[in-house]
C-alpha cells in the first residue's frame, strides 16, 4: 500500500476512534449549541458551520505542524524526529495506560472557553462558526496523537490535509449524538474507549516506520536512487 495513503487513512481513522474521545468531552457542547433558538431555515446552515469552523481550526493547526515538519525536512531531521515522535506516544501511552486527557479548565483553556459561553448566549451564524473554531483549539488527547503525526508530514499543505481528516473522521460521531443521543450511552463510551490507545499505538508504530523505511527506487539501469519522502534526491540536480 502506498504510505501516503496509510498516512491519509491513519489520520481519517484517528479522527473517527477518538471522535467516541470526543462525544465524552465534546458532546456536551454539541448538545448545547442553541440550534433551537435560530429561525427553522437556518439550523441546518448553523451546524455545518459549526463543523466546517471546527474542521477548519484542525487544519489551520496542521499547517502550523506541517510548516514546523517542512523545516525539520530541509534541515534533515525529520526522520529523528518521526522516530523521536513515535517512541513518544508509545511511551505516553504506557504512562497513562491508554488514557487520554480530557478538558479542564486552566489558564491556558480559559482564553478559548470564555469567548465559547458568549457565543452560546448569541443564536446567530456568525457564532456558530466562532464556536466550531474555537471548539477545535482546545486541547484534546486525540488532538495531540494527530498532531505528532502533523508534524512529520513534509510541508504546510500535507500537515493541513492530515489535520483536516482527522476533523473529518470527528464530524459523524458528534452529528450523532446531536440527532441520535441514545445511540451512546455511556456504557458503549466506555467500551470503545479500549480502542484508543490501539489507535495511539498504531500511530506511533507508523511514525517509527515512517523515520526508519528509507525507501529507494530502481533506475533504467538497475542503479538504486534514493528517495526521501517521495522526492527522487537526482531529481534536485
Not at 471546527?54 to 487544519?59: G, L
Not at 450523532?176 to 455511556?186: A, D
Not at 515512517?210 to 534536485?236: A, M, Q, S
Request: aromatic residues 8%; charged residues 10%.
Amino acid at each position: 500500500m502506498n504510505l501516503y495513503i496509510l498516512w491519509w487513512t491513519a489520520a481519517l481513522t484517528t479522527g473517527i476512534v477518538g471522535s467516541l474521545h470526543c462525544v465524552g468531552m465534546c458532546g456536551p457542547l454539541a448538545m448545547a449549541l442553541p440550534v433551537g433558538r435560530l429561525p427553522r431555515s437556518q439550523r441546518g446552515l448553523a451546524i455545518a458551520l459549526y463543523h466546517t469552523s471546527r474542521v477548519t481550526a484542525y487544519a489551520g493547526l496542521g499547517l502550523l505542524m506541517g510548516t514546523v515538519g517542512q523545516g525539520l525536512l530541509l534541515a534533515g531531521l525529520q526522520r529523528p524526529v518521526s522516530i523521536a515522535a513515535g517512541l513518544f506516544l508509545l511511551l505516553w501511552t504506557l504512562v497513562n495506560r491508554g488514557k487520554l486527557p480530557g478538558l479542564s479548565m486552566s489558564p491556558a483553556t480559559r482564553w478559548v472557553v470564555q469567548p465559547m459561553t458568549r457565543f452560546l448566549h448569541s443564536p446567530t451564524l456568525s457564532a456558530f462558526a466562532g464556536l466550531g473554531f474555537l471548539n477545535g483549539l482546545l486541547p484534546c488527547g486525540f488532538v495531540y496523537v494527530a498532531l505528532t503525526g502533523a508534524i512529520t508530514t513534509e510541508n504546510a499543505v500535507t500537515g493541513a490535509v492530515y489535520m483536516a481528516l482527522f476533523g473529518l473522521g470527528t464530524v459523524p460521531a458528534l452529528l450523532t449524538v446531536r440527532f441520535l443521543p441514545n445511540l451512546f450511552p455511556g456504557a458503549l463510551r466506555r467500551r470503545f474507549t479500549l480502542f484508543m490507545p490501539v489507535i495511539t499505538v498504531a500511530v506511533a508504530l507508523l511514525l517509527l516506520v515512517r523515520g526508519v523505511y528509507k525507501p529507494t527506487v530502481i533506475d533504467e539501469t538497475g542503479r538504486e536512487i534514493p528517495v526521501c519522502h517521495g522526492v527522487r534526491l537526482d531529481d534536485k540536480k
